[in-house]
């Protein structure tokens, strides 16, 4: 059984750039969330999918953007990148929304 | 926002010693979790427990929640060197279902 994954592993990006980052749940799973991890600290949430609309946000700006696709994967956009977006992003699944979230190995995201 | 608060945030000790950690956070929950991260990686998630239970046991991991102190502790028995990862807990608030971590308590354990 496939937990989560993630793509791109890694990724670099200039000051301005956009970014799309993907991500599959955990078979059986139907709830997608994201989170940001900047060096040394813990994961800070970013937004919820869940039936393909967003469910709640974590206080990050409107240039952080998500679709949840029909087969329950999902994306994270960000446009206008700073050089405070570089972190690793995590994906978590989870079958309804306040059950175990698994998380994916992650994508770290360097932007220069 | 970061709700959960790990103490301590480093912790050193040898194998076979016990590891204790703490998290402490602010609002009500529905339930509580711990994660392990190896190196930047992804969590893996240890154990779940809810605000109706008081202990919970996996393994060599006892867990306990004290919703009164808004408190939980993390026992990790007989530790090994693999045991060596940063250690976070999460809560979800009755309001929502974002999970909300602390910064980790980075566990070092030696030979």
């Known amino acids: 059984d496939a937990g989560v994954t993630q793509s791109p592993t890694h990724l670099i990006k200039t000051r301005g750039q956009q970014v799309t980052l993907r991500c599959s749940p955990k078979?059986?799973?139907?709830?997608v969330s994201w989170y940001q991890q900047a060096l040394g600290q813990g994961p800070q949430f970013i937004f919820q999918?869940?039936?393909?609309?967003?469910?709640q946000r974590g206080n990050f700006p409107d240039r952080f953007s998500g679709h949840q696709f029909p087969n329950y994967s999902s994306e994270l956009n960000v446009n206008a990148l700073l050089l405070g977006d570089s972190a690793l992003y995590l994906c978590?699944?989870?079958?309804?929304?306040?059950?175990?979230?698994?998380f994916g190995p992650g994508t770290r995201l360097l932007v220069l | 926002s970061q709700q959960g608060e790990e103490d301590p945030q480093a912790l050193s000790i040898q194998e076979g010693e016990n590891a204790t950690m703490n998290c402490s956070y602010k609002?009500?929950?529905?339930?509580l979790q711990w994660y392990r991260q190896n190196s930047g990686r992804g969590l893996v998630h240890l154990i779940l427990?809810?605000?109706?239970?008081r202990e919970k046991h996996s393994g060599r991991l006892r867990v306990t929640l004290d919703t009164s102190k808004k408190s939980s502790s993390l026992l990790i028995t007989a530790s090994r060197a693999a045991d060596t990862a940063s250690y976070f807990c999460?809560?979800?608030?009755?309001?929502?279902?974002?999970?909300?971590f602390g910064k980790g308590t980075s566990l070092l354990v030696t030979p």
């Open positions: 978590a699944s989870s079958f309804g929304r306040r059950e175990t979230q698994y």
């Open positions: 078979s059986g799973h139907d709830t």
């Open positions: 999918y869940y039936e393909e609309e967003e469910r």
């Open positions: 609002t009500s929950i529905n339930n």
């Open positions: 427990i809810r605000s109706n239970e």
């Open positions: 999460a809560t979800d608030e009755d309001s929502g279902y974002a999970l909300n």
